[in-house]
């Protein structure tokens, strides 16, 4: 399963991390290296890392979200895991627009490298990677997306709980 960590501060509320569950607990993801940070200058290269879940996201907001099963056939269970597994401790070149951390976690679940938090900045629209039907209602769930990331994100900070609709 993906696994979507919210963003926690307004100037990064439309931005999630995402990672494979891969089970007991375990999760894998791209993340810098120690002392760097995924905008450092330099080399954008990041690392592909197995931990455990709750160290990793302990106090933050997480939830599953299978977002592309409506509209791709994800890989078996046994794939997903032995995909995430076989890139553990390797280099991940990291883009904000075309090889982010959910570009890792939807390659990983469905062999395709695309990202709906950068959707609109980059070629993803391109042919062959998308259809135009598929683009159409990527757009639209895109932004109920981070319409519900922000509601949410504007709830947190008043005290107030939230609510899924």
Not at 61 to 81: G, L, Y
Not at 122 to 139: C, E, K
Not at 151 to 161: D, E, F, L, Y
Request: glycine letters at 8%; charged letters at 25%.
């Amino acid at each position: 399963d993906m696994i979507q960590k919210k963003g926690t501060r307004l100037c990064n509320w439309p931005y999630c991390h995402w990672c494979i569950y891969i089970g007991n607990g375990v999760i894998v993801h791209v993340r810098p290296r120690e002392g760097k940070s995924m905008f450092s200058r330099g080399s954008r290269k990041v690392r592909v890392v197995r931990e455990d879940m709750v160290a990793a996201f302990s106090g933050q907001n997480v939830r599953k979200n299978n977002q592309m099963d409506e509209c791709w056939q994800p890989r078996n269970d046994d794939d997903i895991v032995r995909i995430a597994d076989e890139l553990v401790d390797s280099d991940w070149e990291y883009s904000v627009r075309t090889s982010n951390c959910e570009h890792f976690a939807l390659f990983c679940r469905y062999g395709r490298k695309f990202s709906l938090q950068s959707y609109g900045m980059n070629l993803d629209f391109a042919p062959g990677v998308i259809s135009s039907g598929d683009y159409l209602r990527l757009h639209r769930k895109s932004l109920r997306e981070k319409c519900s990331t922000f509601c949410s994100w504007i709830k947190r900070q008043a005290g107030g709980t939230c609510h899924s609709y």
